[in-house]
Nanobody, 126 residues
Framework: QVQLVESGGGLVQAGGSLRLSCAAS????????ITWFRQAPGKGREGVSS????????NYVDSVKGRFTVSKDNDKNTVYLQMNSLKPDDTAVYYC???????????????????WGQGTQVTVSS
C-alpha cells in the first residue's frame, strides 16, 4: 500500500522560505510522479509542482515559477518542495499525491491521482 507523508509546513512571514517534504513508502516501482497540490480556504485544489522520476521532468504552475523548486532525494523516495519568497497568497494546506508507475502530462489534474498524503498547513503572514 502506497503511503505519503508530508512535513515541513508552518507559519512564516512574507518573503520567507519553507521546505516541504513528501516521504513515499510502499512503492513497487521506482517510476512514479509526485505532485504537490494546495488548497486554500474556499478554493479548489490547485496543482503546484510535480517531479517525474522516469525522466526528471519538473512542472510548475505559473504563480510559483522562479520561487518554488521541486527535487528528489536520490537515496530516498522523498520529494521536496523548496518555497522561497513566500507570499500571503501561498497560504494553503499543501498535499502531495502520487502516480504510481507513470507520469502524466495532465499532472495538475487532481482526479488522476489515487494516492494522497494527509496535508501540511502553510501560513504566510503579511
Amino acid at each position: 500500500q502506497v503511503q505519503l507523508v508530508e512535513s515541513g509546513g508552518g507559519l512564516v512571514q512574507a518573503g520567507g522560505s519553507l521546505r516541504l517534504s513528501c516521504a513515499a513508502s510502499g512503492l513497487r516501482t521506482t517510476f512514479y510522479e509526485i505532485t504537490w497540490f494546495r488548497q486554500a480556504p474556499g478554493k479548489g485544489r490547485e496543482g503546484v509542482s510535480s517531479f517525474c522520476t522516469i525522466n526528471g521532468r519538473t512542472n510548475y504552475v505559473d504563480s510559483v515559477k522562479g520561487r518554488f523548486t521541486v527535487s528528489k532525494d536520490n537515496d530516498k523516495n522523498t520529494v521536496y518542495l523548496q518555497m522561497n519568497s513566500l507570499k500571503p497568497d501561498d497560504t494553503a494546506v499543501y498535499y502531495c499525491a502520487a502516480l504510481h508507475g507513470w507520469c502524466d502530462d495532465k499532472w495538475s489534474q487532481s482526479n488522476i491521482y489515487d494516492h494522497w498524503g494527509q496535508g501540511t498547513q502553510v501560513t504566510v503572514s503579511s
